[in-house]
Antibody, heavy 119, light 107 residues
Framework: QVQLQESGPGLVKPSQTLSLTCTVS??????????WSWIRQHPGKGLEWIGY???????YYNPSLKSRVTISVDTSKNQFSLKLSSVTAADTAVYYC???????????WGQGTLVTVSS | EIVLTQSPATLSLSPGERATLSCRAS??????LAWYQQKPGQAPRLLIY???NRATGIPARFSGSGSGTDFTLTISSLEPEDFAVYYC?????????FGPGTKVDIK
């Protein structure tokens, strides 16, 4: 059973960089076939795809966030990470990591972590 | 960017009733459409992928249909645990977008 777990600071100051890590267990990122994804949900709102990464390092980002987003992968630790720069209060959200299969959808999700941007 | 529209925004039904949720895409997404269920305080759960395939462990009362721009999620007979928010999601050129959601609440 694949499990994903987000970790990182729950509070980030405006203009700083939000950094989160997703640790994958029960399956190897390096086995291929899946894209490792970040999705966020503003309080009381819908879901917003941030981007994803393949184990090889290929990335795809939401065009609306592309200038501020970096997703990286560390296959030796079976982890992938999100960096979002120059954050504002509008980046306050629950951040989820998830596994995406082209023929399977976002089939495994982390529990989500609330990140608040505030001074 | 492909925009997904979901209707209705809210669906008020009683347990045992049939729920029909709609998702419309601004341009064709072929069959690259998935449906998710989200309950308060929980991560979304994959229900349907590729428009009509049930994900592992999803009860048979959930079914999906459609292709191109018009898609439907049907819950044949609502169980108490089915009252939740439902999102559709598409993939186009490897970019993902979600619809705004349909809330199914108890009448």
């Amino acid at each position: 059973q694949v499990q994903l777990q987000e970790s990182g600071p729950g509070l980030v100051k405006p203009s700083q960089t939000l950094s989160l890590t997703c640790t994958v267990s029960g399956g190897s990122i390096s086995s291929g076939g899946y894209y490792w994804s970040w999705i966020r949900q503003h309080p009381g709102k819908g879901l917003e795809w941030i981007g994803y990464i393949y184990y090889s390092g290929s990335t795809y980002y939401n065009p609306s966030l592309k200038s501020r987003v970096t997703i990286s992968v560390d296959t030796s630790k079976n982890q992938f990470s999100l960096k979002l720069s120059s954050v504002t209060a509008a980046d306050t959200a629950v951040y989820y990591c998830a596994r995406y299969g082209a023929a399977a959808g976002l089939d495994y999700w982390g529990q989500g972590t609330l990140v608040t941007v505030s001074s | 960017e492909i925009v997904l529209t979901q209707s209705p925004a809210t669906l008020s039904l009683s347990p045992g009733e049939r729920a029909t949720l709609s998702c419309r895409a601004s341009q064709s997404v072929s069959s690259y459409l998935a449906w998710y269920q989200q309950k308060p305080g929980q991560a979304p759960r994959l229900l349907i992928y590729d428009a009509s395939n049930r994900a592992t462990g999803i009860p048979a009362r959930f079914s999906g249909s459609g292709s191109g721009t018009d898609f439907t999620l049907t819950i044949s007979s609502l169980e108490p645990e089915d009252f939740a928010v439902y999102y559709c999601q598409q993939r186009s050129n490897w970019f993902l977008t979600f619809g705004p959601g349909t809330k199914v609440d108890i009448k």
